[in-house]
């Protein structure tokens, strides 16, 4: 069975030595009181939830699945999951980054992402029951009218209601301009809606008493596309005015999916049936109020595969270290055994640091971006908020495209280092490889990612955020630059940049000349990109770590040596990425369908 330990000391690094969160969030009206130990005794408590409450029942749950009464329509979580959730309830963990007002504790967003990276690597299945309600959370908060808040918003704070988002239908996958499920106005304010929804996580289960669906749908008038859709609020029973549940709405599940991973999930077809439904926000304005709920979703999933990057990482090397098979091509290591420790082995250990680089890369990343986040969401001054919010809609598709890439190669060559016991269901980690595969699909495919970080926020305002972001890594390389032991982190990220700059342009006037262009070279854009946050990220915490390697802590020293691993072998991928992305749209479109 896979073991699980909060990477508490890397956290800390990431939030207190390399962003300095504390400091950054005192300056927000929000959080003007936080400090340090509050920060780290919510992590540390965090962390045993995960690892001590939901971690055992991964890869039981994983075994046992979810089952439907196809005569309720109602399904059973695996055992435990509910027992879990009722603590997870207990503990006040729904409400750590919640509004005061509706019950929440107020934590900032950044520290609910560390949360949530732990609970992924503790059991991604589990955690993908509470966190899609953030999301609808988040949908109501912004969107939802006053009356709609006072009741959703405190249960969903609580935990005692749980969440989902009802988008895609089975005809119409990401294109949501497709969808037919017909909401009809009733003379009292409420909709009938009826249709049918697909691969909607959570969408029914044991573990709470209500369930909050958020609906897209189109109003008999609406224009047609996505101009013509709203969102509406059903819920699984309609509560009464004082929050307390009345009769059970016209939203069943019609059908659990059999999947290749997250088993322990209920993935489910929802079929409405005349279900009652309330709108949110504006007629027609559907698809910008579910935004809040994609966005956060996007960010999630990026978390997902950096829970399991990490976990599948921690395992690996624990076997590592156990496992002995052949000598050291330069001579036995372990004298005292017949064999060597596999973690001698050179194409081991590039496995090894290739998921503890993508890790240690992508929770530097998370962090920052949630920072970012937590600065549109509470600052005062209108120009901090608006840079803030680009910089945010800037690395949302890197997030969840990159790290979700690299989760997939990360859990694969930690399986791999498992030899054959990787691909036993014991060892725990041929499910982070089946679960890790999900997360480069839902929330939008890797390629709408690409397609909407190059198209959309580099693109779309002619390079502006992109070339902003750019200028925060130019004056990190100006400042370190003429340090010689920086040398080795500064170059190459200075030489990236250029690089990126000069791609950016180059697919910019392609495009003029034909769109297709931006589809041809997005996916691997999207890659170069993503290195380009992890080299930045990287260089700065390399900076951090010279400055306290003589100290005696080995922490800065295995930084340094991650960091160096990072450039000398992971980096260097760019090289090709960057000739594949300018080799454009001729090899992909010459072909006549007919020779496929």
Same mark, same amino acid.
């Given at each position: 069975?896979p073991?699980? @330990?909060?990477?508490?000391?890397?956290?800390?690094?990431?939030?207190?030595?390399?962003?300095?969160?504390?400091?950054?969030?005192?300056?927000?009206?929000?959080?003007?009181?936080?400090?340090?130990?509050?920060?780290?005794a919510?992590? !540390?408590?965090?962390?045993?939830?995960?690892?001590?409450?939901?971690?055992?029942?991964?890869?039981?749950?994983?075994?046992?699945?979810?089952?439907?009464?196809?005569?309720?329509?109602?399904?059973?979580?695996?055992?435990?999951?509910?027992?879990?959730?009722?603590? *997870?309830?207990?503990?006040?963990?729904?409400?750590?980054?919640? /509004?005061?007002? *509706?019950?929440?504790? #107020?934590?900032p967003?950044?520290?609910?992402?560390?949360?949530?990276?732990?609970?992924?690597?503790?059991?991604?299945?589990?955690?993908?029951?509470?966190?899609?309600?953030?999301?609808? *959370?988040e949908?109501?908060?912004?969107?939802?009218?006053?009356?709609?808040?006072?009741?959703?918003?405190p249960k969903?704070?609580?935990?005692?209601?749980? #969440?989902?988002?009802?988008?895609? !239908?089975?005809?119409?996958g990401?294109d949501?301009?497709?969808?037919? @499920?017909?909401?009809?106005?009733?003379?009292?304010?409420?909709?009938?809606?009826?249709?049918?929804?697909?691969?909607?996580?959570?969408?029914?289960?044991?573990?709470?008493?209500?369930?909050?669906?958020?609906?897209l749908?189109?109003?008999?008038?609406?224009?047609?596309g996505?101009?013509?859709? $709203?969102?509406?609020?059903?819920?699984?029973?309609?509560?009464?005015?004082? #929050?307390?549940?009345?009769?059970?709405?016209?939203?069943?599940?019609?059908?659990?999916?059999?999947?290749?991973?997250?088993?322990?999930?209920?993935?489910?077809?929802?079929?409405? /049936?005349?279900?009652?439904?309330?709108?949110?926000?504006?007629?027609?304005?559907?698809?910008?109020?579910m935004?809040?709920?994609?966005?956060?979703a996007?960010?999630?999933?990026?978390?997902?595969s950096?829970?399991?990057?990490e976990?599948?990482?921690?395992?690996?090397?624990?076997?590592?270290?156990?496992?002995?098979?052949?000598?050291?091509? $330069?001579?036995?290591?372990?004298?005292?055994?017949?064999?060597?420790?596999?973690?001698?082995?050179?194409?081991?250990?590039?496995?090894?640091?290739?998921?503890?680089?993508?890790?240690? #890369?992508?929770?530097?990343?998370?962090?920052?971006?949630?920072?970012?986040? /937590?600065?549109a969401?509470?600052? /005062?001054?209108?120009?901090?908020? &608006?840079?803030?919010?680009?910089?945010?809609?800037?690395? @949302?598709?890197?997030?969840?495209?990159?790290?979700?890439?690299?989760?997939?190669?990360?859990?694969?060559?930690?399986?791999?280092?498992?030899?054959?016991?990787?691909?036993i269901?014991?060892?725990?980690?041929?499910?982070? =490889?089946?679960?890790? &595969?999900?997360?480069?699909?839902?929330?939008?495919?890797?390629?709408?990612?690409s397609?909407?970080?190059?198209?959309?926020?580099?693109?779309?305002?002619?390079?502006?955020?992109?070339?902003?972001?750019g200028?925060?890594?130019?004056?990190?390389?100006?400042?370190?630059?003429?340090?010689?032991?920086?040398?080795?982190?500064?170059?190459?990220?200075?030489?990236?940049?250029?690089?990126?700059?000069?791609?950016?342009? !180059?697919?910019?006037?392609?495009?003029?000349?034909?769109?297709?262009?931006?589809?041809?070279?997005a =996916?691997?854009?999207? &890659? =170069?990109?993503?290195?380009?946050?992890?080299? *930045?990220?990287?260089?700065?915490?390399?900076?951090?770590?010279?400055?306290?390697?003589d100290?005696?802590?080995?922490?800065?020293?295995?930084?340094?040596?991650?960091a160096r691993?990072?450039?000398?072998?992971?980096?260097?991928?760019?090289a090709?990425?960057?000739?594949?992305?300018?080799?454009?749209?001729?090899?992909?479109?010459?072909?006549? !369908?007919?020779?496929?």
């Amino acid at each position: 069975m896979p073991q699980y @330990t909060p990477p508490l000391r890397d956290m800390q690094f990431v939030l207190h030595e390399l962003l300095d969160a504390v400091g950054t969030l005192r300056q927000l009206p929000a959080h003007a009181d936080l400090d340090v130990d509050t920060v780290n005794a919510v992590l !540390e408590e965090g962390g045993k939830f995960a690892s001590q409450v939901t971690a055992p029942l991964n890869l039981s749950g994983d075994k046992e699945g979810c089952v439907l009464d196809k005569t309720t329509h109602e399904v059973k979580a695996p055992k435990g999951f509910k027992e879990a959730y009722a603590q *997870y309830v207990e503990g006040g963990w729904p409400a750590l980054s919640c /509004d005061p007002e *509706y019950g929440g504790q #107020g934590l900032p967003a950044t520290v609910n992402l560390c949360f949530y990276e732990m609970l992924n690597s503790a059991n991604q299945a589990w955690t993908m029951y509470p966190g899609l309600s953030h999301g609808a *959370y988040e949908a109501l908060h912004a969107h939802g009218t006053p009356e709609q808040k006072a009741l959703y918003l405190p249960k969903l704070t609580s935990g005692q209601w749980t #969440g989902t988002m009802c988008l895609t !239908e089975p005809h119409c996958g990401t294109d949501l301009g497709l969808l037919r @499920t017909k909401a009809e106005p009733q003379a009292d304010g409420s909709y009938r809606i009826s249709g049918q929804k697909i691969f909607i996580s959570a969408g029914e289960h044991d573990l709470a008493e209500n369930i909050v669906h958020l609906v897209l749908a189109r109003l008999p008038d609406a224009p047609e596309g996505s101009k013509g859709i $709203s969102l509406f609020v059903v819920p699984k029973f309609i509560p009464q005015a004082d #929050g307390s549940l009345g009769a059970r709405n016209g939203i069943f599940c019609s059908g659990l999916e059999h999947k290749m991973g997250i088993h322990a999930n209920a993935t489910c077809q929802m079929l409405l /049936d005349g279900a009652i439904g309330w709108l949110v926000g504006q007629p027609n304005k559907g698809l910008m109020a579910m935004f809040v709920m994609m966005n956060a979703a996007r960010l999630g999933v990026g978390n997902q595969s950096l829970g399991l990057t990490e976990v599948a990482y921690q395992n690996a090397v624990a076997y590592a270290k156990d496992r002995i098979q052949m000598r050291a091509l $330069s001579g036995p290591k372990a004298l005292d055994k017949p064999a060597d420790p596999i973690i001698v082995h050179p194409d081991v250990r590039k496995m090894l640091l290739t998921a503890r680089a993508f890790a240690e #890369g992508g929770r530097a990343l998370t962090a920052y971006t949630a920072l970012k986040l /937590d600065v549109a969401l509470n600052t /005062d001054d209108e120009d901090e908020r &608006r840079a803030a919010d680009d910089r945010v809609a800037l690395l @949302t598709p890197i997030i969840k495209a990159f790290l979700t890439d690299n989760g997939w190669l990360a859990t694969s060559h930690c399986q791999q280092v498992f030899g054959g016991h990787g691909y036993i269901h014991e060892w725990g980690m041929e499910q982070f =490889v089946r679960d890790a &595969r999900i997360n480069m699909i839902y929330e939008g495919t890797n390629t709408v990612q690409s397609l909407d970080l190059l198209g959309r926020k580099v693109l779309g305002d002619n390079g502006a955020k992109l070339r902003a972001f750019g200028k925060e890594i130019a004056e990190f390389v100006e400042e370190h630059g003429i340090s010689e032991e920086m040398q080795e982190f500064v170059n190459p990220l200075a030489d990236l940049g250029d690089k990126v700059t000069k791609l950016s342009t !180059e697919i910019g006037m392609k495009a003029f000349g034909n769109a297709d262009e931006v589809g041809a070279a997005a =996916v691997d854009y999207l &890659r =170069v990109v993503g290195h380009l946050c992890f080299a *930045y990220l990287f260089a700065r915490m390399a900076q951090v770590a010279l400055a306290k390697k003589d100290g005696g802590d080995p922490f800065y020293t295995a930084k340094l040596h991650t960091a160096r691993f990072y450039f000398a072998k992971l980096l260097p991928e760019t090289a090709t990425l960057i000739r594949t992305a300018r080799a454009g749209l001729s090899p992909l479109m010459a072909m006549d !369908e007919a020779l496929f």
